[in-house]
């Protein structure tokens, strides 16, 4: 099942939170929701799954909208920050509680708290569980009833170092073996980057990206390391060609197309400057930086 948004906006009084977004999720693939704190990512989740309305525009599942759908908890599942439990119940009980809701089979409750690693806690109250276990449990009740859609919003906070390369690991079999369609956003970009088809990258409520990762680290000015032996020469050759530069120590950090890197090197040869690497420096994390500008809202590049 796809996901497309199109045209969509939403305002809270006199502020506008997104504005015109239009984003296109294939079937089967895991798109990386990423911007600083406010962008909007939460809010746009929050209307894919019909807990906030959109001002205008439509988000629509193979072309049907929400309401169209025949079996909505079927459809997908959500984690939207982290779900309210009930802390005198046992997971099992509160997993109970939505099935009987849904009219549906309580055998799958011990699948998906297989799936999450909590069947050894399944009859503890939540009034005992840690915040990690408590997200393990939020992403339960996400994958409850095997929905073709997976929408989850920070899905790793508070776990581990073990617990995310382990619900890493569950996110790319879903979507590469079971064909499911994942939406995720996520403030580790390094998380993202190992495992998301697609990548959309929103700042103050616009899409300012939106294709593959390798579309987007191909496009535009890209981050080089270059390690030379003249620091202040390699400065004044580095400036004169108008190319934007950090330094530390005998290592610059170098912003360039692709094209123009012969022409850089070959300056900083002509005035005799030994280069003992020049490589590229392509990663989500610089890529997000420099589209946004350093955006001084927390994204965690971790």
């Known amino acids: 099942m796809n996901i497309k948004f199109n045209n969509v906006n939403k305002t809270y009084g006199r502020k506008q939170v997104l504005q015109d977004i239009n984003i296109t999720i294939p079937e089967g693939k895991i798109y990386g929701f990423i911007g600083a704190n406010g962008a909007g990512k939460t809010t746009a989740m929050k209307i894919l799954t019909g807990l906030t309305p959109a001002s205008s525009g439509t988000?629509?599942?193979?072309?049907?909208?929400l309401n169209q759908l025949e079996n909505k908890a079927k459809a997908f599942g959500a984690f939207i920050s982290t779900p309210t439990?009930?802390?005198?119940?046992?997971?099992?009980e509160n997993l109970a509680i939505i099935q009987d809701v849904l009219e549906e089979p309580k055998d799958?409750?011990?699948r998906v708290l297989e799936i999450v690693g909590l069947t050894d806690a399944k009859n503890k109250t939540i009034a005992e569980y840690s915040f990690g276990m408590?997200?393990?449990?939020?992403l339960a009740f996400s994958f409850l009833n095997d929905p073709d859609i997976l929408i989850l919003d920070e899905p790793t906070n508070g776990l581990d170092p073990k617990g995310i390369v382990e619900i890493r690991e569950l996110l790319y079999s879903l979507s590469k073996e079971q064909g499911k369609t994942i939406f995720i956003s996520s403030h580790n970009i390094s998380e993202l980057e190992s495992i998301a088809d697609m990548i959309g990258i929103i700042q103050n409520g616009q899409l300012i990206f939106e294709g593959e990762l390798d579309e987007l680290y191909a496009g535009g000015e890209s981050s080089y390391l270059l390690e030379v032996d003249n620091i202040e020469q390699t400065e004044s050759v580095l400036s004169k060609e108008a190319i934007s530069f950090t330094n530390k120590e005998h290592k610059f950090q170098i912003k360039s197309s692709k094209q123009r890197i012969p022409e850089v090197i070959s300056a900083l040869m002509t005035h005799d400057i030994d280069i003992f690497e020049i490589t590229p420096n392509k990663n989500l994390e610089r890529i997000f930086l420099d589209l946004t500008d350093g955006d001084d809202g927390h994204v965690d590049t971790h």
């Open 108 to 110: 799958e409750i011990d």
């Open 59 to 65: 988000v629509t599942f193979d072309e049907k909208e």
């Open 134 to 138: 408590k997200q393990r449990l939020g």
């Open 85 to 92: 439990y009930y802390k005198n119940l046992t997971a099992y």
